[in-house]
């Protein structure tokens, strides 16, 4: 009989949060050591793949794959099955995005772990941006503006207070400036989050401006932009052409998905011929030190990223092993013994 068991931990959403999800000090650091080995070639990380329901263009939920193969000392393959829903923003007990990971070892393909990967989703999301924020903001960076005040803009403020060390205030923006009040009370005595329900006084003032909406049109204005501003966009069409196109700095995390992906700026401006891959630089060149970030404080710096599955994976990982170190989870068997081997 073989020693390789089909053992699956099980994780919960309330399971991660206890193995540590909520820990952002820890998950940039992932995220920034994943961007590294993917700059070094450790990482095999294909674009994803969306199911648009009833089609990519005009969905009203979707799903989508994002597998990845991370090397080096962690030795981790596995995917993210990311989804999202339009019938849930009207339901008041249901998360308008809902995500689950799973783990695989390489050597056997037996899965590892499958867990929830919405909250995971949310830290990695802002520390994406945190990492962005590191390279390119710049060092006298005091007043960031927030765009949107859902789940990402909450884990937002944790991320650009942990990367962004000069940081003093926030303006967290949004349409229900009630939802910007709720965080902005949560984050009570520990950080200064201003509500705002005016994103174009709130952008002016910026030093950073991070969208981070469900919006599928350009609603940041270039002329609310500071000239040696750091924008970033989390979602793939929030800003307007012109910001980009006149950044001194052009940065996204990864081409290939954002050149392909129906509905995305960068892939509208590449389809028009206005900019190509060789004017970008990269989040992982960046962690991995082979292009250098902002280079001046007078740079309009502007970095795009919609989110790659090997970050999850990454992080999802650490959670793994934190779970097992803990006990956390139920263990699950995939078979008692395969029927045909």
Same mark, same amino acid.
């Given at each position: 009989?073989?020693e390789?068991?089909?053992e699956?931990?099980?994780?919960?959403?309330?399971?991660?949060v206890k193995?540590?999800?909520?820990?952002? @000090?820890?998950?940039?650091?992932?995220t920034?050591?994943t961007f590294?080995?993917?700059?070094?070639?450790?990482?095999?990380?294909?674009p994803k793949?969306m199911?648009?329901?009833p089609?990519?263009?005009?969905?009203?939920?979707?799903?989508?794959?994002?597998?990845?193969?991370?090397?080096g000392?962690?030795?981790?393959a596995g995917?993210?099955?990311?989804?999202e829903?339009?019938?849930?923003?009207?339901?008041?007990?249901?998360?308008?995005?809902?995500?689950?990971?799973?783990?695989?070892?390489?050597?056997?393909?037996?899965?590892?772990?499958?867990?929830?990967?919405?909250?995971?989703?949310?830290m990695?999301?802002?520390?994406?941006?945190?990492?962005?924020?590191?390279?390119?903001?710049?060092?006298?960076?005091?007043?960031?503006?927030?765009?949107?005040?859902?789940?990402?803009?909450?884990?937002?403020v944790?991320?650009?207070?942990?990367?962004?060390?000069?940081?003093?205030?926030?303006?967290l923006?949004?349409?229900?400036?009630?939802?910007?009040?709720?965080?902005?009370?949560?984050?009570?005595?520990?950080?200064?989050?201003?509500?705002?329900?005016?994103?174009?006084?709130?952008? @002016?003032?910026?030093?950073?401006?991070?969208?981070?909406?469900?919006?599928?049109?350009?609603f940041?204005?270039?002329?609310?932009?500071?000239?040696?501003?750091?924008?970033?966009?989390?979602?793939?069409?929030?800003?307007e052409?012109?910001?980009?196109?006149?950044?001194?700095?052009?940065?996204?995390?990864n081409?290939?998905?954002?050149?392909?992906?129906?509905?995305?700026?960068?892939?509208?401006?590449s389809?028009?011929?206005?900019?190509?891959?060789?004017?970008?630089?990269?989040?992982?060149?960046?962690?991995?030190?082979q292009?250098?970030?902002?280079?001046?404080?007078?740079?309009?710096?502007?970095?795009?990223?919609?989110?790659?599955?090997?970050v999850?994976?990454?992080?999802?990982?650490?959670?793994?092993?934190?779970?097992?170190?803990?006990?956390?989870?139920?263990?699950?068997m995939?078979?008692?013994?395969?029927?045909?081997?």
């Amino acid at each position: 009989m073989s020693e390789y068991k089909p053992e699956i931990l099980f994780l919960k959403q309330e399971d991660v949060v206890k193995a540590g999800v909520l820990d952002m @000090k820890t998950v940039l650091a992932i995220t920034e050591k994943t961007f590294k080995m993917i700059g070094e070639g450790q990482v095999i990380n294909p674009p994803k793949t969306m199911l648009g329901m009833p089609n990519n263009e005009n969905w009203k939920s979707y799903c989508m794959s994002m597998p990845s193969y991370i090397g080096g000392d962690v030795d981790i393959a596995g995917f993210k099955w990311a989804s999202e829903s339009v019938f849930n923003m009207s339901q008041p007990d249901m998360p308008y995005g809902v995500d689950v990971v799973m783990l695989s070892d390489p050597k056997t393909v037996y899965p590892k772990a499958i867990m929830d990967g919405t909250i995971i989703t949310a830290m990695r999301t802002s520390a994406a941006a945190g990492v962005a924020a590191k390279y390119l903001a710049s060092k006298n960076s005091k007043t960031a503006c927030l765009v949107g005040a859902g789940v990402i803009g909450r884990t937002m403020v944790m991320a650009m207070m942990e990367a962004v060390p000069s940081l003093e205030t926030i303006y967290l923006c949004d349409l229900d400036i009630a939802k910007a009040q709720g965080i902005a009370k949560e984050y009570e005595g520990k950080y200064n989050v201003i509500p705002c329900a005016n994103t174009e006084e709130a952008a @002016k003032k910026a030093d950073i401006i991070v969208t981070e909406t469900t919006s599928r049109k350009p609603f940041l204005k270039a002329e609310w932009v500071k000239s040696n501003a750091t924008v970033i966009q989390m979602s793939a069409y929030e800003i307007e052409d012109e910001i980009l196109l006149k950044a001194d700095k052009k940065a996204l995390d990864n081409w290939a998905q954002l050149s392909h992906g129906a509905g995305a700026l960068i892939h509208k401006l590449s389809e028009e011929g206005k900019i190509t891959e060789e004017m970008f630089v990269t989040l992982p060149q960046l962690a991995a030190h082979q292009k250098p970030g902002r280079e001046s404080e007078d740079e309009l710096c502007v970095c795009c990223t919609y989110g790659i599955g090997s970050v999850d994976v990454a992080v999802a990982n650490q959670i793994y092993e934190n779970a097992l170190e803990k006990g956390i989870g139920q263990k699950l068997m995939l078979w008692d013994n395969p029927l045909w081997v």
